[in-house]
């Protein structure tokens, strides 16, 4: 994973002057294909709202499953440069959260639930964390809306920063984007057809989403990374 903020830093301030809900802001990161870097984009985003912010940023994990984002700053590079993961919190915020797990469970699930946060060094950051190994055989994750937690996220944070996984492989963003003040789409210029960004751009709104614009990353050696707001 790369660190992008210092070529992040005006998508983040053209996304803090944008209208939203009461509380603090959501913003989905997505994008059309796999390998387009988003959860580097997602990451760094994340890490400039945190530097401003006076209440956490949560860094959701879309893909519950892999813990990408957990792993990245538990060990390894990250985890050096920002001080590693504290101890779980519930990331449930005593509600229903954005996943339901099928078929339920037969007893409650006991402690602090399968999906919690975990403060980053001593920033402000909180990635999250769901804990698939507690799933039985046959259990799966189904991925919706819940606007009542996604209101009760926004009461206790200044930024809700979400990495869903590329449309092709899921459609996990599109459950939850009419939650997000706005949707963000990635695009690895090398590769990504217009095509691929104007259907993924259609289905996030016709689920109700607000597409902000488009980050353009370039990753080749001759190419600087830009982000750019496309209307």
């Known amino acids: ?11 983040y301030r053209a996304l803090s002057q944008t209208a939203s809900v009461e509380g603090g802001r959501t913003v989905m990161f997505i994008a059309a294909r796999s390998g387009e870097g988003t ?6 985003f994340a890490l400039l709202a945190a530097e401003q912010a006076r209440k956490p ?9 892999r813990n990408h984002l957990f792993n990245t700053f ?6 050096e440069a920002f001080g590693g993961v504290g101890p779980p919190y ?5 509600l229903q959260p954005f996943f339901s797990i099928e078929p339920e469970p037969e007893e409650a699930i006991q402690g602090l639930g399968l999906f919690t946060a975990h ?4 920033t402000r950051l909180m990635v999250t964390q769901f804990d698939a190994a507690r799933l039985k055989a046959g259990q799966g994750i189904r991925i919706r809306t819940q606007p009542a ?4 996220v926004r009461a206790v944070t200044d930024w809700a920063v979400v990495d869903a996984p590329a449309f092709e492989l899921a459609s996990a963003g599109l459950a939850i984007t009419s939650q997000m003040d706005r949707t963000v789409i990635v695009v690895n210029a090398d590769d990504t057809t217009p095509n691929d960004v104007e259907t993924l751009r259609r289905e996030i709104e016709a689920h109700g989403g607000t597409v902000a614009g488009v980050v353009l990353n370039r990753e080749k050696p001759d ?9």
Do not use: E
């Open 223 to 231: 190419a600087r990374f830009v982000d750019r707001i496309w209307r």
């Open 90 to 94: 519930s990331a449930a915020l005593k």
């Open 119 to 122: 403060r980053v060094g001593d």
């Open 39 to 44: 959860t580097s984009v997602a990451t760094a």
């Open 149 to 152: 937690y996604w209101q009760a």
């Open 1 to 11: 994973m790369k660190d992008l903020r210092t070529d992040l830093r005006d998508l």
């Open 74 to 79: 538990a060990v390894g590079a990250f985890a």
């Open 57 to 65: 940023v949560w860094l959701v994990d879309l893909d519950l499953k």
